[in-house]
Each structure stands twice: as C-alpha cells, then as structure tokens.
C-alpha cells in the first residue's frame, strides 16, 4: 500500500474569493507544517481534510488517503486522526474510558483493557487506566490524548497548534514523541502552527500560506 495524503489542487473559498491554495503529497512518516498569520486559515484546511468544513466556506480539490479519494466520505469514514491544542479528554470518564472511546467496536473487554495497558505502558504511564483525567499533569493529558487518537487506528494525523499550550520544556518532550510516534507507525503527519521552532522540529518541509485576501 502506498502510504500518502496527497491534497490535489485543495483550493478553499470564503465568499467566493480563495482563502487556501496548497498541492502537495505527504509521504509515510513524513511530517509537511504549514505556517501563516493567524486567520489565514490554517485550521480551516484541516477541516477540510476531516470533512468537518464549515458551510461559510467551499472547497475544491481532492483529499487521497494510501491512493484512495477521500474527498466526499463523511469523516468517521476518512480514518484521519487530529490533535488540538486542548487535549479534549473527557472529565467524567476515567483514563482508560477515554482509551476505549477512541477504540472501534468489537472485541472482548479483557481484549481492549490489554490494548489500553499497552497504550498506557508505550507513554510511561502504566497503572493510570483508573486515574481520573483531572489529577493528571498538562504533559500526561497530552500523552493520553495522544494514544487515544492512535488506539482509532487512524492512516494519517493531522496536528492543529497541537503543542502550543505546553511550557518549553514539556513542548519539546511531547513534540518528540509524536513525531517519533508518527514515523514508527508510518504516518503522514500534517502539522498546521506558527511556532518556528515546532516546524523545525518536526524535520519535514515547510509550507508558508500567504494571505490571499489580500493579493
């Protein structure tokens, strides 16, 4: 399977006028971050990808996953995973229901406690399936978080100002594991941010949006 998200001719419009051009593939493990002012419309990208456009805009073009056209799916179906700047846990579940929230139906419970475990083991927090979400430190909920979206099985993640509320030093820690994370499981990562120091991170190329409202 060629693993890719390959964005053809994605074009988004506000008003009629094109707020976004980009075209560009991204390659299994590969990280592609895109920069740009505020209210360029980064995050409006993303929902295109997702399928979660708001109706103020339209698109155009093509979103293809591993050769597949995702474009028209609806976005349980796309198999595309994101990260928020908020880790979005919920607060009256435990950890581990937050796990199983993001694991597809079927399966035994013993077999699903096994994959939560595991999880919790592959970010250094064994033993914190019970724990509620609220006694967890800024850099755990972003672990938990992280694996949560990964136990969703998903072929491509999508990473939205993802690290921008961490302080320096947890930033870097969970920014590495991501990136790592991602490579290992042969992931196209698509990283929207204005954080320089988030796009060099992440080793892969770099896109600059331009404003085109005002061209």
Request: proline share 5%; with cysteine.
């Amino acid at each position: 399977m060629n693993k890719s998200l390959n964005l053809q001719e994605v074009c988004i419009l506000r008003d009629g006028a094109p707020l976004i051009e980009v075209d560009h593939t991204i390659h299994a493990g590969e990280v592609l971050s895109v920069m740009g002012p505020s209210g360029v419309g980064k995050s409006t990208l993303l929902s295109f990808i997702t399928g979660t456009l708001p109706s103020a805009f339209k698109g155009m073009g093509r979103v293809l996953l591993d050769g597949s056209d995702i474009t028209q799916k609806p976005p349980h179906a796309r198999h595309v995973g994101i990260l928020f700047q908020d880790d979005l846990l919920f607060p009256h579940m435990s950890v581990g229901a937050n796990l199983a929230f993001g694991m597809h139906p079927g399966g035994s419970k013993s077999e699903k406690r096994a994959k939560i475990d595991a999880s919790l083991r592959d970010v250094g927090l064994e033993g914190f399936a019970d724990r509620d979400p609220a006694t967890l430190s800024g850099g755990q909920k972003a672990r938990v978080a992280l694996m949560r979206m990964l136990l969703s099985n998903p072929r491509a993640l999508l990473l939205d100002e993802a690290f921008s509320r961490l302080d320096a030093d947890l930033r870097a820690q969970v920014r590495d594991l991501v990136f790592r994370t991602a490579r290992e499981r042969e992931l196209p990562v698509l990283m929207v941010t204005h954080d320089a120091e988030d796009a060099k991170a992440a080793g892969g190329e770099i896109i600059e949006l331009k404003d085109l409202r005002a061209c």
